[in-house]
């Protein structure tokens, strides 16, 4: 009778989840397996609609691998995710610390910070534009009256600077959504740890280090590995901002294969180009699994 009501519910389960299932395979299985069997062939415009392309093996990936575009590409794409990283976990990190102590007025200070989070990354981009443009620029007008530079800096137009705006402005997002994951992080250490460290005589920089980084090691790490899977994959505000330029200095691994699908029209390659940053993004889920499931162990 017992085995009969665990089957039951082991049933009912599955239908619950058959729906949701069936949905993804359809909205995400099926694009994702054709466009791994489109990366092994050789579509382009001049045979996509006749639809004689053919199985050519690896070719599209030995061929990207080659090409130095991209392998510029590559490695922007991993300059502009490890920089943000960096400059977004410790100043959400310094923010984090800095509100989750308690004082007049800092609920609604964070939340104001929020809003730059809340915001589409579009409009982001659209004011990175205008914040780092060469006549009306809001950087270059306050370095000029500061007397830093005398003369506008074409930001979005110079190869050695285009990248380094794009990084401020996926910071100037990226910044709160650190501050808000691991200011709850931070809440959810006890109070009594505190208080025990300082009868202990633990100074401020003992505190932190024995204590607030230990018990923060879950929170950092779904962080760390959330804040790169999410800029790793990044595409509106490069597409926006610059449309990965000038010279593809600002072409991340997103906007390097839409570009290769729907402007040059090599729709294997865009696939293969795709499906690189797939197996990457991939590889650091499961780093991120093995790593959680470690800190359960």
């Known amino acids: 009778m017992r085995m009969k009501m665990a089957t039951k519910k082991k049933l009912e389960g599955f239908c619950f989840i058959l ?30 609609k006749k639809a004689t392309s053919v199985f050519i093996g690896f070719q599209n990936y030995s061929f990207l691998f080659k090409d130095e575009t991209f392998r510029l590409v590559f490695r922007n794409t ?10 977004q976990f410790t100043i959400g990190f310094i923010f984090a610390m800095f509100f989750s102590k308690k004082f ?12 730059a989070y ?56 990226g910044i709160p959504f650190n501050m808000l994951l691991l200011t ?12 025990s460290a300082a009868v202990d005589g633990a100074n401020p920089r003992q505190r932190f280090l024995h204590i607030i980084l230990p018990l923060m090691r879950p ?24 449309s990965g330029g000038p010279l593809n ?24 180009s795709a499906i690189i940053l797939f197996i990457c993004l991939f590889a650091v889920g499961l780093f991120y699994l093995r790593l959680i499931s470690k800190e359960e162990d």
């Open 19 to 48: 729906p949701g299932f069936l949905y993804m395979l359809l909205i995400l299985g099926y694009p994702l397996i054709y466009n791994f069997i489109l990366s092994f062939k050789n579509m382009d415009i001049k045979n996509f």
């Open 78 to 87: 991993f300059i502009f995710t490890i920089s943000c990283l960096i400059f």
């Open 118 to 173: 809340m915001m589409p990354m579009s409009v982001t981009a659209l004011m990175g534009k205008n914040i780092f443009g060469v006549s009306e620029g809001v950087i270059n007008d306050l370095l000029m009256k500061i007397g830093i530079i005398k003369s506008p800096v074409e930001w979005l137009v110079s190869t050695s600077t285009a990248l380094i705006a794009v990084i401020v402005m996926n910071c100037w997002v």
């Open 249 to 272: 200095s600002t072409d991340v691994l997103g906007t390097y294969a839409y570009n290769l699908s729907f402007t040059q029209y090599k729709f294997s390659l865009g696939a293969a």
């Open 104 to 115: 007049t007025f800092a609920g609604p200070i964070r939340g104001l910070i929020l809003i």
């Open 184 to 195: 709850s992080g931070l809440t959810g250490i006890p109070d009594e740890i505190y208080d």
């Open 219 to 242: 929170a950092i790490l779904s962080v760390l590995m959330l804040g790169f899977i999410y800029t790793f994959k990044a595409f509106d505000l490069m597409f926006v901002m610059t």
